[in-house]
């Protein structure tokens, strides 16, 4: 049996305290738990019962636990408004200082943008796109409340450490052509169960090109081919982010696959002639090259979410708009992923041009990305959306079409009033 | 006692399963209101007691919304029988105590056929077509949790262990 390891299998192998390799079933130390105000509720009444014989009813470490409002903020209901009342009681309880209300931003954006996420760190979100961190090289994971319940009782929790599927991406991204478009090509090939219960480590010199906000897109949606964890192996790019808010950092270079490590699959691709993608309804695995869907009409753009709504990805949008202005009869929403995201695109004048040319700029948070909110789609209407998903009546009315893009195709299609190649305009 | 089959097909998403504007409730029984509301409508109303989901690939694909397999034990389904499961749907359940069978025969399943299940040795038979199919037990490390009674329960062992020597 050979000794190299896989970064996985070495993240996994700390978290145990003991070496192992994929397959083998472990309870594991977690560094660091996050929960939102959706899955949070649960969470918070799964540990209050695991604790209801304790006299001390408190959670193993509040300095590792992170709480973030981004789903329903402000609260749209009384449901929505008392879930964020336990929660905020919760926080007060249990001394959680890493507490996000309503106006920081999507916890995916505010998770790595704070500090909270570190190379090497076995991370749990109870949110299924928490694999967007492996774009740091830390192994993060979407779990369960119940999960996220036992999380905060004892610090640790089960997993099957999983085999790892290798893609290497090579090649030169073409003009209006970026990390949104990788994926979905990927996701595309592969299929929505392609890398059911693996991890997909993300390497070759095409991912190591792309700055950690690009980066952070490829690893949100990991979860959409079935896999378990997005990584890519930390390098100069990562450190440099991560100082920036932990002062002193250092990188420690051992983290990484080692050579002859063992994959369950190592798939090559050459991205350099590839066009923009996009996934059509319903689902993320139907794609096609976007000359194929070019002049579709829509009602509706999305340019936001933890996938593509940070401020690199509003200049795209807002560079390839210039002055023109949103096509009549089409509603162009633009959500920035995080206050920070939001006060460098107001400050660089976006929110000032999105406006003037006819979008309506929200306030951070989830939008209609998950449905339930504000912003939802009614029968027979077609969107075009920078977020990850495009399940059937995910945005609203079941009778609706989303098809996801990268935010330059969305920006196009928003000025034209039909889906556009980016390249085109 | 035999239940129903209600049969769907492959990559059922947590969105199909319980659309996000519900995701305000926490109460099974209520999220059971709505279950699989936006693509199969008659599914809340006519699903009965000890009635069965069958499936094709990568059953509960999506966010990790638990309130999918809440829905579901909140409907009263027996058990959940797919080809396979996605991951944290699969987690979420076995740690709720939702039963679930994979089973690479699931497609010969047809809508309506009245099921039995022996869910410890993982057989099921298909009353209505006299057929009898095998399935994948769950590993032994995870009927731990499933016989402490799901993850709560298997949690609180450890909690009381550690508090009390």
Same mark, same amino acid.
């Given at each position: ?58 959670? $193993? ?96 929790? $089960? ?49 190591? +090109? ?59 691709? &050459? ?51 210039? &002055? ?38 929200? +306030? ?40 996801? +893009? ?20 | ?5 209600? %049969? ?20 099974? %029984?209520?999220?059971? %209101? ?50 396979? @499961? ?24 047809? !809508? ?7 869910? !410890? ?7 209505? %077509? ?10 032994? @490390? ?10 709560? !329960? ?5 909690? !009381? ?5």
């Amino acid at each position: 049996m050979s000794d190299k390891q896989t970064i996985t299998e070495k993240i996994f192998s700390r978290a145990a305290e003991r070496p192992v390799k994929a397959g083998d079933f472990v309870l594991a130390n977690i560094d660091r738990a996050m929960t939102h105000d959706i899955t949070g509720p649960l969470a918070v009444e799964g540990f209050y019962e695991i604790m209801r014989n304790e006299k001390e009813k408190k959670v $193993w470490d509040p300095d590792k636990i992170v709480i973030l409002f981004d789903h329903q903020v402000p609260a749209d209901s009384l449901n929505a408004a008392q879930n964020h009342i336990m929660l905020r009681k919760f926080v007060a309880e249990q001394d959680i200082k890493n507490f996000y209300d309503i106006f920081e931003g999507v916890c995916h954006q505010v998770m790595p943008e704070k500090g909270h996420v570190l190379p090497g760190q076995l991370v749990v979100g109870s949110d299924s796109h928490t694999c967007a961190y492996g774009s740091l090289g830390a192994f993060a994971t979407g779990i369960g409340s119940t999960d996220m319940a036992a999380v905060f009782a004892i610090g640790k929790l $089960w997993f099957r450490v999983p085999e790892t599927i290798r893609f290497e991406v090579n090649g030169r991204l073409g003009e209006r052509v970026y990390s949104k478009d990788i994926i979905l090509k990927l996701i595309g090939d592969i299929g929505a169960d392609g890398a059911r219960y693996k991890a997909c480590e993300y390497a070759g010199d095409a991912v190591k +090109s792309l700055d950690v906000s690009q980066r952070m897109t490829i690893s949100n949606m990991a979860i959409e081919m079935g896999g378990k964890a997005g990584i890519i192996e930390p390098d100069s790019i990562t450190e440099e982010y991560i100082k920036e808010r932990v002062p002193g950092y250092k990188l420690d270079t051992d983290l990484k696959s080692d050579d002859g490590a063992n994959y369950s699959d190592i798939r090559k691709y &050459d991205v350099s002639d590839m066009p923009p993608q996009v996934a059509c309804p319903h689902n993320v695995d139907n794609v096609v090259d976007v000359t194929e869907v070019e002049g579709k009409k829509i009602d509706q753009v999305l340019l936001g979410s933890c996938t593509n709504g940070r401020f690199e990805d509003l200049k795209i949008a807002a560079d390839i708009m210039g &002055d023109r202005p949103v096509a009549k009869g089409v509603r162009l929403l633009v959500i920035p992923a995080s206050r920070t995201e939001y006060m460098k695109a107001l400050k660089a004048g976006l929110v000032e041009q999105f406006m003037n040319a006819g979008a309506l700029v929200e +306030s951070p948070c989830c939008g209609p990305c998950m449905g339930g909110s504000f912003g939802l789609l009614g029968p027979g209407e077609v969107c075009i959306a920078t977020s990850n998903r495009n399940f059937k009546g995910r945005q609203g009315s079941a009778d609706a079409f989303v098809y996801l +893009s990268s935010p330059a195709t969305a920006a196009a299609s928003a000025i034209k009033g039909k889906i556009t190649d980016p390249r085109s305009v | 006692m035999a239940g129903k089959a209600w %049969k769907f097909g492959d990559d059922v998403d947590t969105d199909a399963v319980i659309p996000g504007r519900f995701l305000i409730l926490n109460d099974a %029984k209520d999220l059971a %209101k709505h279950a699989f509301e936006g693509v199969r409508p008659e599914f809340k109303d006519n699903v009965k007691e000890g009635d069965f989901i069958v499936a094709g690939e990568n059953f509960g694909c999506g966010s990790s919304r638990e309130h999918a397999p809440l829905a579901i034990k909140g409907a009263g389904v027996k058990c959940v029988i797919a080809k396979s @499961f996605a991951r944290i749907f699969f987690r979420n359940s076995v740690n709720i105590g939702v039963p679930l069978l994979e089973c690479k025969d699931a497609d010969r399943i047809a !809508e309506g056929d009245m099921l039995e299940v022996d869910m !410890e040795k993982g057989i099921i038979k298909n009353v209505t %077509k006299n057929e009898i199919y095998s399935s994948t037990p769950i590993p032994d @490390f995870l009927m731990d949790i499933v016989r402490s009674g799901g993850l709560i !329960e298997f949690t609180r062992k450890i909690v !009381e262990r550690k508090n009390r020597g």
